[in-house]
């Protein structure tokens, strides 16, 4: 019988909920929402479909150790316990990462010099060899958690982060992270058959993982894993569980996604994104303000998009100008359609005009922001004035 683990999927702040939805529907088990991400119990097999399946989740660590230290020599001796073998060759290169909270060992970069220390005494005991540190990419991360004297020890299973999906050639200012861009997808409600328009598309990259998400295509189906590094893993197997889940990948023929912006150059990247993901002529860029959005009559489309808010790109009063007439548009041109926004300012999420709107916090790249939702737009959307 197959070996059980523990495992934790994590997500950026504001995504749990949408993580686990997923979770859930790809049938893994025991799946618990905590803060942070999703915990979830399986064999290495299930590790392979969460890394290769979970369009939202940053990385999936696998637990290998939870003990109380109170001193270096306990988190020395709880670490140096763990088979490392398992994990990582003796002339394998590694990574440790510390995050401390309200504990007695609170320095991160002692912590991580003294499990570094742990792991190579262990290789170098039991084979004469020792694995080196590697920053860039290493054959193991190796995550460390403290709160409150209680250690747990975890490998990271992906390797770089899940939002690397490897259809991405073009950044853009500002651009927004795959997996935030499927959790916009995700918690809009949208059925994948509506059309699905982006009036601030930037570099592409809300359509296209949309047109990922409607074709059922893997979210890692095209860029390597560090599992496949550790020692035993059998390769033959994972890519025959690889090949099947992209060959099954279809996108519906009549589905309409498209995309505007108003600085043509944004356009350029997301038409070059939209080659390297082998979507072209599936998804419409046009340069144009969104101001000029006219979704046709009777689309009821998801509106899903990630405007300018000022952090990055400026402030201004402009930008306020630009908030109040998109969100009269939408009220004036799309009715019946829903729309799902990610707003870093308050001040221009209160000049859409939306008071009941749904409004949830998340953090997208670093940055405080908050998702609004609107399940169905209509004329009396806003305020009476």
């Known amino acids: 019988m197959a070996e059980r683990f523990h495992f934790f999927a994590t997500c950026a702040p504001g995504i749990e909920p949408v993580l686990h939805a997923e979770a859930r529907e790809l049938g893994l088990s025991g799946v618990e929402r905590q803060v942070g991400g999703v915990a979830f119990r399986g064999t290495m097999r299930d590790a ?3 890394n290769l399946w979970l ?6 660590l696998l637990r290998v150790a939870r003990f109380h230290a109170r001193d270096d020599d306990e988190l020395y001796r709880g670490a140096g316990e763990v088979a490392w073998e398992r994990f990582l060759a003796p002339h394998g290169t590694l990574l440790v990462d510390a995050r401390t909270r309200e504990s007695a060992l609170d320095h991160t970069h002692f912590i991580e010099h003294r499990v570094k ?15 080196s540190v590697d920053r860039a990419d290493p054959d193991l991360r190796i995550n460390t958690h403290l709160f409150r004297d209680r250690v747990t020890i975890s490998v990271d299973t992906s390797g770089h982060s899940l939002h690397r999906r490897g259809w991405r050639v073009r950044q853009g200012r500002a ?55 550790w020692p035993g893993h059998d390769q033959r197997a994972f890519a025959a569980l ?3 889940a992209v060959g099954r990948a279809r996108l519906p023929n009549k589905l309409r996604l498209l995309g505007w912006d108003a600085d043509g150059t944004r356009i350029e990247e997301a ?15 046009e340069s144009a303000d969104a101001r000029d959005f006219s979704p046709r009559p009777g689309w009821n489309a998801a509106i899903v998009t990630n405007p300018p808010y000022g952090e990055r790109i400026g402030a201004s009063d402009d930008l306020v100008a630009l908030y109040r007439d998109f969100g009269s548009l939408l009220r004036e041109r799309s009715v ?9 300012n308050p001040t221009l999420s209160r000049a859409l005009d939306f008071p009941a709107a749904e409004r949830t ?6 940055l405080e922001c908050e998702r609004i939702h609107v399940e169905r737009i209509g004329p009396g959307s806003a305020r009476s004035r």
């Open 117 to 131: 220390d742990a792991v190579v005494d262990r290789f170098r005991t039991r084979t004469g060899e020792r694995p």
């Open 271 to 285: 038409r070059e994104n939209l080659e390297s993901a082998e979507l072209t002529g599936r998804i419409v860029f």
């Open 336 to 344: 019946g359609s829903s729309l799902t926004l990610l707003s870093g």
């Open 48 to 50: 392979w479909r969460a």
């Open 361 to 366: 916090p998340m953090i997208n790249g670093g």
């Open 242 to 244: 690889r090949a099947d």
């Open 175 to 229: 651009p927004l992270a795959e997996t935030t861009a499927a959790a916009l997808v995700l918690a809009s409600g949208w059925n994948r058959r509506a059309p699905l328009l982006d009036p601030f598309v930037g570099s592409g990259t809300i359509p296209i993982e949309a047109a990922r998400i409607a074709a059922g295509a893997p979210p890692g189906g095209r860029r390597s894993f560090s599992f496949e590094r």
């Open 55 to 60: 369009r939202t989740s940053i990385r999936v």
